[in-house]
Nanobody, 122 residues
């Protein structure tokens, strides 16, 4: 059984920081490219950051320079460090896994987590 579980979301003020984690079980984690997605009410789901099996990362323009994606294969865990948070970052954040070398915007991950809520508000 494959399970992906996100944690680390919460309520923060603009300019604050959060670190999200996604821990996977039931897969050989190092074989998968990973991504962080987000979806806000009334908006389309978007890929905000991805990291390949080789460790190469990519970011949406809206978060570039503020977010950092990383992975620890020994812990089967994906991270998203979010800095300088803005109200526009408010969304449910999901992690996804794909059995390919890299994850592109057009890809649909094979496995999804349940999501964690991030709210940025004064």
């Amino acid at each position: 059984q494959v399970q992906l579980g996100e944690s680390g979301g919460g309520l923060v003020q603009p300019g604050g920081s959060l670190r999200l984690s996604c821990t996977a079980s039931g897969i050989i984690f190092s074989w998968y490219s990973m991504g962080w997605y987000r979806q806000a009410p009334g908006k389309q789901r978007e890929l905000v950051a991805s990291i390949s099996r080789g460790g190469d990362s990519n970011y949406a323009d809206s978060v570039k320079g503020r977010f950092i994606i990383s992975r620890d294969n020994g812990k089967n865990t994906l991270y998203l460090q979010m800095n300088s948070l803005e109200p526009e970052d408010t969304a449910v954040y999901y992690c996804g896994a794909l059995l390919r070398g890299s994850l592109m915007n057009s890809d649909s991950p094979t496995y999804w987590g349940q999501g964690t809520q991030v709210t940025v508000s004064s």
